[in-house]
Nanobody, 122 residues
């Protein structure tokens, strides 16, 4: 019953911007981290940005200075502001979360969203 729901993808010209959003629905004990991955045809899925429950952030070198990850006040939503988009940013972007399902488990669960397409075209 726990899901990640994404929105915000679209088509833009180089230099354009988009705001991606992902919301966690359902009950979990604790969210450890949330982030965004992307995958282009013929490429491996790669980490784009990640934010921990304490607010620490990490970015792929290719997006530093252009993308910004943030969390909402409830900590159930994560955003990715993507600026100065380049054609090589074209990919399906997936929301991701590491969570503890309950207080009694030591296992970290991984959740994936359905993906949202970002298309940067000339």
């Amino acid at each position: 019953q726990v899901q990640l729901v994404e929105s915000g993808g679209g088509s833009v010209h180089p230099g354009g911007s988009l705001s991606l959003s992902c919301t966690l629905s359902g009950s979990v004990f604790r969210v450890v981290a949330m982030g965004w991955y992307r995958q282009a045809p013929g490429k491996e899925r790669e980490l784009v940005a990640r934010i921990t429950s304490g607010g620490s952030t990490d970015y792929a070198d290719s997006v530093k200075g252009r993308f910004t990850i943030s969390r909402g006040d409830t900590k159930d939503t994560v955003y990715l502001q993507v600026n100065s988009l380049k054609p090589e940013d074209t990919a399906v972007y997936y929301c991701h979360a590491n969570v503890y399902a309950s207080q009694s488990t030591y296992s970290v669960l991984e959740l994936w969203g359905q993906g949202t397409l970002v298309n940067v075209y000339s």
